[in-house]
């Protein structure tokens, strides 16, 4: 098994940057492969990003591509979404999850099998 911890979050103005921070413990985290999601008051949960367990491959939704990157640090065990020129769309709790298809790109979270406890993120107009 594998434990997350997000952290990062905050309150931003519109165009600002935030850096999210996944901490896992447990199993190495090189096993899995990481996905962020999202889910804003009254909506459902989202897809954001997603990287490989060898940090090869990522993949983003269409809505955060170019602002966004997702990026792992196998040393601290960590996996990191830097978010540049938020909107205030990008406003939910982020939560980091992570499944053992460790090279497998998913987009879907019900795919996934371990779960943090989410950090909320608010970007002001």
């Known amino acids: 098994q594998v434990q997350l911890v997000e952290s990062g979050g905050g309150l931003v103005q519109a165009g600002g940057s935030l850096r999210l921070s996944c901490a896992a413990s447990?199993?190495?985290?090189?096993?899995?492969?990481v996905g962020w999601f999202r889910q804003a008051p009254g909506k459902a949960r989202e897809f954001v990003a997603t990287i490989t367990g060898d940090g090869g491959r990522t993949y983003y939704t269409d809505s955060v591509k170019g602002r966004f990157t997702i990026s792992r640090d196998s040393a601290k065990n960590t996996v990191a979404l830097q978010m540049n020129s938020l909107k205030p769309e990008d406003t939910a709790v982020y939560y980091c999850?992570?499944?053992?298809?460790?090279?497998?790109?998913?987009?879907?979270?019900?795919?996934?099998?371990?779960w943090g406890q989410g950090t909320q993120v608010t970007v002001s107009s």
């Open positions: 447990g199993r190495t985290f090189s096993l899995y492969a």
């Open positions: 999850a992570a499944h053992t298809r460790r090279l497998v790109l998913i987009p879907f979270g019900a795919q996934y099998d371990y």
